[in-house]
Nanobody, 126 residues
Framework: QVRLSESGGGSVQVGGSLKLACAAPGWNDRNYCIGWFREGSGKGREGVAV???????TYKDTVKGRFTISRENAKDTVNLQMNSLKPEDSAMYYC????????????????????WGQGTQVTVSS
């Protein structure tokens, strides 16, 4: 079992940057896929980026070139660097872990992620 905890959310203006961190002790001991998801007001939960245990990365098309997911194995942390933020990026951001699925299909299947953090709010204002 892996316990997840997010940090780093906040409020920024359009074009600004934020770095989210997901502490996931033990995630590297098994073949967990770690994903970042978000849930905006009135919207369903959508996948933003996932990173597999072998380092394979997949992004939602609308964040490619702006967001970067990375891992710090020594710290058992998975980060999400978000640049050039837009108002439509405003949402509660969650990190999640799955043993069942990864890659592009995983972005569409939050239900296959069995472990979730509590979320961190990101607000982008114009």
């Amino acid at each position: 079992q892996v316990r997840l905890s997010e940090s780093g959310g906040g409020s920024v203006q359009v074009g600004g940057s934020l770095k989210l961190a997901c502490a996931a002790p033990g995630w590297n001991d098994r073949n967990y896929c770690i994903g970042w998801f978000r849930e905006g007001s009135g919207k369903g939960r959508e996948g933003v980026a996932v990173i597999d245990n072998d380092g394979t990365i997949t992004y939602k098309d609308t964040v490619k070139g702006r967001f970067t997911i990375s891992r710090e194995n020594a710290k058992d942390t998975v980060n999400l660097q978000m640049n050039s933020l837009k108002p439509e990026d405003s949402a509660m951001y969650y990190c999640a872990a799955s043993l069942r699925v990864c890659g592009r299909v995983a972005l569409q299947l939050p239900g296959d992620f069995g472990y979730w953090g509590q979320g961190t709010q990101v607000t982008v204002s114009s």
